[in-house]
């Protein structure tokens, strides 16, 4: 297993695909092209990456009560996630921005 970039994978996977599938076609090819950009990235680029712009979000947890993060996929689609280990889990994608942040 590669160890050295941003793993994608997620138990969370019938809500991101959900979200994912739902999305107009250009939308979901930037979601890919955003997923392919975080799969070789180290974890303190994407921490520094201006343009993902990592952030805990304070009013949710994880699955296991870990903290979640949202990320910018594209200026109107947010994503949520946590970390676990090596792995980025998505746990949804929002095609509305202010929607990551219940």
């Given at each position: 297993m590669r160890r050295r970039g941003a793993n994608i994978a997620g138990s969370e996977q019938s809500r991101?695909?959900?979200?994912?599938f739902?999305?107009?076609r250009?939308?979901?090819l930037a979601v890919l092209a955003a997923l392919k950009k975080l799969h070789?990235?180290?974890?303190?680029q994407l921490y520094r990456d201006r343009g993902l712009h990592w952030e805990a979000i304070l009013?949710?947890?994880g699955p296991a009560g870990q903290r979640i993060y949202s990320l910018r996929i594209t200026l109107r689609i947010r994503a949520a996630a946590y970390r676990e280990g090596d792995y980025l889990r998505l746990l949804s994608i929002h095609p509305d921005h202010d929607s990551a942040y219940p």
């Open positions: 991101v695909q959900a979200d994912w739902a999305l107009e250009d939308e979901a070789k990235m180290e974890w303190e009013s949710r947890r």
